[in-house]
């Protein structure tokens, strides 16, 4: 499994675009990047995934370098209950395994008023 | 609403008691994952199931069992608490089909050891 590297920590004021960063540069092929997020108290949710184009929902974008070896998760214009924290974390199907995801640290993003 | 959902929020067992904590899903998703979150070490998979009555071990299965003898409920069973299994304990579950790692978590219980 590839292994990631997120900041511990970030700020980003309300109303601004937040920029997470992943580094997975020992992502393999077949394994794409996956992005949860996990608020105080809750259990993660699910934000987006891409494998080599990048990504849109009506959550966030996901922009994935040409090498795949890093990511960048963007909240367009953050709330204050966008603070959580971030994870970022390849995987790959297994088509039809049931392995789990592995969680890192993740990057804990704080919204300031 | 795709919904996980764990029988308590909150539980506090005494040292040797046997504990059940269940999981029930409502999206007829074959596959249902137990994990354990501690800080500073993140969440750490410790039982999954693919199907009903199939069981596998995850990084961390020592002092845990399962079952899953309905495709909509998965239990994780500490045989006897010790108060290292404090901790906060998250089921989740992802179907089959769809080529995707898109889990679903439920809201997890905090477990008391004392």
């Known amino acids: 499994d590839a292994k990631t590297t997120q900041p511990t920590s970030m700020d980003c004021a309300e109303g601004r675009a937040a920029n997470l960063p992943c580094n997975h540069s020992?992502?393999?092929?077949?394994?794409?990047v996956y992005w949860y997020r996990q608020i105080h108290s809750q259990g993660p949710q699910y934000i987006i995934h891409g494998l080599k184009n990048n990504e849109t929902n009506e959550m966030a974008s996901l922009i994935i370098t040409e090498d795949r070896k890093s990511s960048t998760l963007i909240l367009p214009h953050a709330t204050l209950r966008d603070t959580a924290v971030y994870y970022c974390?390849?995987?790959?199907?297994?088509?039809?395994?049931?392995?789990?995801?592995?969680f890192g640290k993740g990057t804990h993003l704080i919204i300031q008023p | 609403d795709v919904k996980v959902t764990q029988s308590s929020r909150y539980l506090v067992k005494r040292t040797g008691e046997k504990v059940f904590l269940e999981c029930v899903q409502d999206m007829d998703h074959e596959n249902m994952f137990w994990y354990r979150q501690d800080p500073g070490l993140g969440l750490r998979l410790i039982y999954f199931s693919y199907d009903v009555k199939m069981k596998e071990k995850g990084d961390i299965p020592e002092g845990y069992s399962v079952s899953r003898e309905k495709k909509e409920r998965f239990s994780l069973i500490l045989e006897s608490a010790s108060t290292n299994q404090t901790s906060m304990y998250l089921c989740?579950?992802?179907?089959?089909?769809?080529?995707?790692?898109?889990?679903?978590f439920g809201p997890g219980t905090r477990l008391t050891v004392t």
């Open positions: 989740a579950s992802r179907p089959l089909a769809g080529g995707s790692y898109e889990q679903y």
């Open positions: 020992t992502i393999s092929g077949n394994e794409y």
């Open positions: 974390i390849p995987g790959a199907y297994s088509g039809g395994g049931a392995d789990g995801l592995t």
